[in-house]
């Protein structure tokens, strides 16, 4: 069985600055698939961000970014230039072939201005 | 852009009364899931769905659930008879593919309170 863990529940942010958050997980599967959802306020769930185990290099999405550490089995999401958008909870998910997700307890994020 | 849409938002109901959760998933989209999220705990999986039949169920997803495909639009969720710890938000998503990763697009949750 897959195991995620987020280990921050909360996190706050000023404004511009950026955040990162851990997530680490567990498996005995080589092909996988990592994700980070954002679930604003209104409760719909969103894709942030998305990494293949076989891949080395980090995704990147605008200013989200990952450090992807697959021997520590580490996917941490960097928020850069935060954005007052950017409040809500943040998941952390796990994908094998089975395609059903795994998701962390979540962080929620909240930006100050 | 299309959405996965899910009514009601919110359903309250008696203990052992039957709930049906609805679900339109993205119109070319091929494979269909639930989850759940009770207060304050994980997002978990429940069942997944293709081609008219279950692909992968979990083991919280007991004889008291069902799920189907009507109409080829809706995509639903029963519970024959809920129990106070059916109380949860209930996402259902969908993905157009099963190769490889497969994006899935969530709904905005229904909100499930039994009483």
């Known amino acids: 069985a897959q195991t995620v863990t987020q280990s921050q529940p909360e996190m706050s942010v000023q404004e511009a600055e950026t955040v990162t958050l851990s997530c680490t997980y567990d498996?005995?599967?080589?092909?996988?698939?990592l994700f980070w959802y954002k679930q604003p306020p209104s409760r719909q769930m969103i894709l942030v961000i998305r990494?293949?185990?076989?891949?080395?290099q980090n995704a990147t999405e605008n200013r989200f970014s990952v450090n992807f550490q697959k021997a520590a089995k580490s996917f941490s999401l960097k928020i850069s230039d935060s954005q007052l958008g950017d409040t809500a909870m943040y998941f952390c998910a796990f994908m094998t072939d089975d395609y059903k997700l795994s998701f962390g307890a979540g962080t929620t994020v909240t930006v100050r201005a | 852009e299309p959405e996965v849409t899910q009514t009601p938002s919110h359903q309250v109901t008696q203990m052992g009364q039957e709930v049906i959760l609805r679900c339109v998933p993205i119109s070319n989209h091929l494979y269909f899931y639930w989850y759940r999220q009770i207060l304050g705990q994980k997002v978990e999986f429940l069942v997944s769905?293709?081609?008219?039949?279950?692909?992968?169920k979990s083991e919280i997803f007991d004889d008291q659930f069902s799920v189907e495909r009507p109409d080829g639009s809706n995509f639903t969720l029963k519970i024959r008879s809920t129990k106070l710890e059916d109380s949860a938000m209930y996402f259902c998503?969908?993905?157009?593919?099963?190769?490889?990763?497969?994006?899935?697009?969530f709904g905005p949750g229904t909100r499930l309170t039994v009483l």
């Open positions: 990494q293949e185990a076989y891949k080395q």
């Open positions: 998503a969908s993905s157009i593919v099963k190769r490889g990763y497969n994006e899935q697009f």
């Open positions: 769905f293709y081609n008219n039949e279950i692909s992968e």
């Open positions: 498996t005995s599967e080589s092909n996988y698939y």
